[in-house]
């Protein structure tokens, strides 16, 4: 089944094409990097096969940042209106995207079943059920 995607100002757009949805995990992250980022308490992305996602309209502008653990970070997003699309470690490269949630056309599709960097989870953030 195809999941279909894009930023904020429609120029980049993209298509997850999936056997099944458990191909995809959706998952917050807490971490102080996503937090920038994203511009939000935290961080949601959808891991998906790397040959899963494919971009279908525009194309996206990469940024490379060097992860605490030393190992560089990925991400792209639109260079109009700044929506980041995807993000993926160095060692991973070859293998996964994760896709920005938010700019699913229905995020609500994909749930997150996970979270990661609990410690930085805000004070104000109630932990998430049944994860
Ligand atoms: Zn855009
Ligand atoms: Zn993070």
């Not at 930023?7 to 757009?13: A, L, R």
């Not at 920005?100 to 609500?108: A, I, N, R, S």
């Not at 599709?109 to 049944?130: A, D, I, S, V």
């Amino acid at each position: 089944m195809a999941y279909q995607g894009g930023c904020y100002c429609g120029e980049v757009g993209y298509e997850l094409d999936l056997d099944s949805p458990e191909e995809a995990r959706t998952s917050i992250c807490h971490c102080n990097n996503c937090k920038k980022f994203f511009g939000s308490a935290f961080g949601l992305t959808t891991k998906v096969p790397k040959d899963r996602f494919k971009i279908t309209k525009g194309s996206t502008k990469e940024h490379v940042s060097n992860n605490s653990s030393a190992s560089k970070l990925y991400r792209e997003f639109c260079s109009t209106c700044g929506s980041g699309i995807l993000e993926y470690g160095e060692q991973a490269a070859s293998r996964v995207r994760y896709v920005m949630t938010g700019t699913l056309d229905d995020p609500g599709e994909l749930p997150p079943q996970g979270e990661f960097f609990c410690r930085n989870r805000e004070k104000w953030m109630p932990e998430t059920p049944n994860f």
